[in-house]
């Protein structure tokens, strides 16, 4: 079993949903169960294309990190996490484009993984609150606190629980 790391957004529909669905579709993966999710949190879209710190159009997204144990190889959860986006109607016309369920594959362990369809540790993770804030709340010792002083000045709030 290996422990990894998963964020979840949305900023389409009703997105405190769309995000408990999605923790319930992860955990109800094979061989995968959730062990801790984060708060939820509500952020300001940014525009990866401007490094992750500038805000893009669109309405905010809450976001979400949850700790998962499992069986599946990265590939095979990347494809299972991908297919609950497409159960809650994610499209991608568009790069950075709003969406009703973003699921990213953050950390597999302590794997390393560079290959055409996957990068762990996620590329852009170090650049943006709306992980880093979750993940530190969950799993402390993977985020230190120069990490959370380049994402200081983008805003996050914290709503309250994820799960119930």
């Known amino acids: 079993m290996v422990r990894a790391y998963v964020a979840l957004g949305a900023n389409l529909g009703d997105a405190a949903v769309a995000l408990r669905h999605a923790v319930q579709a992860i955990n109800s993966l094979p061989w995968t169960r959730v062990l801790q999710s984060s708060s939820l949190y509500k952020t300001a879209p940014l525009d990866t294309d401007a490094g992750g710190a500038a805000a893009a159009p669109g309405d905010d997204y809450l976001n979400a990190v949850v700790e998962i144990e499992t069986s599946l190889s990265a590939p095979d959860l990347l494809d299972q996490l991908q297919h609950i986006e497409q159960q809650a109607g994610r499209e991608r016309p568009y790069r950075n484009a709003p969406r009703t ?26 650049l943006r609150a ?35």
């Open 101 to 126: 369920l973003d699921l990213d594959l953050l950390l597999y362990g302590s794997g390393h993984i560079a290959s055409a369809r996957l990068t762990v540790p996620h590329p852009r993770m170090a």
């Open 130 to 164: 709306f992980v880093l804030v979750p993940l530190a709340e969950i799993a402390p010792g993977l985020v230190n606190a120069a990490q959370l002083a380049v994402v200081a000045q983008q805003r996050i709030e914290r709503l309250g629980r994820l799960a119930d």
